[in-house]
Nanobody
């Protein structure tokens, strides 16, 4: 049993900042890549940022220079620091992690429940 619990979403004014957290818990052996996706009504879920277990980062062009992804491997937690927020950043943000469970050799993708981020103009 593995769960990803997200926190930190909310309402913020344009130009403001928000920090999202996602903590994985359960019978976890290891976590490989982790990332953040976002989705708005009528659109596909898109990758915002990802980070490997070794710390290599990848960002969508739309957030590069404004968002920073990081992780704390000891806490099985990934963060997304969002600065200079824009109304177009408004979306439901989902945490993703590739996890190998304890007693298993299989690696699967797990998703958080989603957290709403709303940026007002």
């Amino acid at each position: 049993q593995v769960q990803l619990v997200e926190s930190g979403g909310g309402l913020v004014q344009a130009g403001g900042s928000l920090r999202l957290s996602c903590a994985a818990s359960g019978s976890i052996f290891s976590i490989n890549a982790m990332g953040w996706y976002r989705q708005t009504p009528g659109k596909q879920r898109e990758l915002v940022a990802s980070i490997t277990s070794g710390g290599s980062r990848n960002y969508a062009d739309s957030v590069k220079g404004r968002f920073t992804i990081s992780r704390d491997n000891a806490k099985n937690t990934v963060y997304l620091q969002m600065n200079s927020l824009r109304p177009e950043d408004t979306a439901v943000y989902y945490c993703n992690a590739d996890i190998t469970r304890a007693w298993s050799t299989r690696t699967n993708a797990y998703w958080g429940q989603g957290t709403q981020v709303t940026v007002s103009s």
